[in-house]
């Protein structure tokens, strides 16, 4: 199993994060770096689209299309993508309320036979869609970046 997570601190209420991560059309007005559709409710049908680029060509948005696995309103969404032994990847986005502020954490655990090879290029394909979409998430809502390393961990002196 291979997986990539990142976490940041968005300075905005749970409800403010989870309406803008749930409002699926709105994410051409604040990243390029996803496109999501689907049904916000438990097995509903969902399309992850990820910004990726082309040697010599212009970006363009890779489709994964899947199952919505988990729904907790203002707490949990996740999605399953894939073929169960051949490449499976389980996504999660968790919201933590903090004062003043929410924990947002993104992961993937990606499992499966073609997982086993390509595994640690998709989990740094997916870290860095995280980082951006986390970065972009926060400009949206207007809070301040926080620093994080590439682990979600504060770094020192920040």
């Given amino acids: 199993m291979h997986q990539a997570s990142r976490e940041i601190v968005v300075r905005a209420s749970s ?30 049908k969902f399309d992850y689209a990820i910004l990726v680029g082309r040697p010599g060509g212009q970006p363009r948005h890779f489709s994964l299309a899947g199952n919505i696995e988990q729904l907790e309103p203002l707490a949990l969404l996740s999605w399953d993508v894939g073929l169960s032994g051949l490449l499976r990847m389980q996504f999660a986005i968790h919201l933590t309320p903090r004062p003043d502020a929410t924990k947002v954490r993104q992961s993937v655990q990606i499992t499966g036979l073609l997982g086993a090879v390509a595994g640690n290029h998709l989990a740094r394909v997916f870290g860095a869609i995280f980082d951006r979409l986390g970065g972009d998430l926060q400009r949206h809502l207007g809070g301040a970046p926080l620093k994080h390393g590439r682990n979600g961990r504060r770094r020192r002196g920040s």
């Fill in 15 to 44: 409800k403010r994060v989870w309406d803008t991560l749930t409002t699926f059309g709105s994410y051409p007005d604040w990243t390029p770096a996803v496109r999501v559709r689907g049904d916000l409710a438990p097995g509903g």
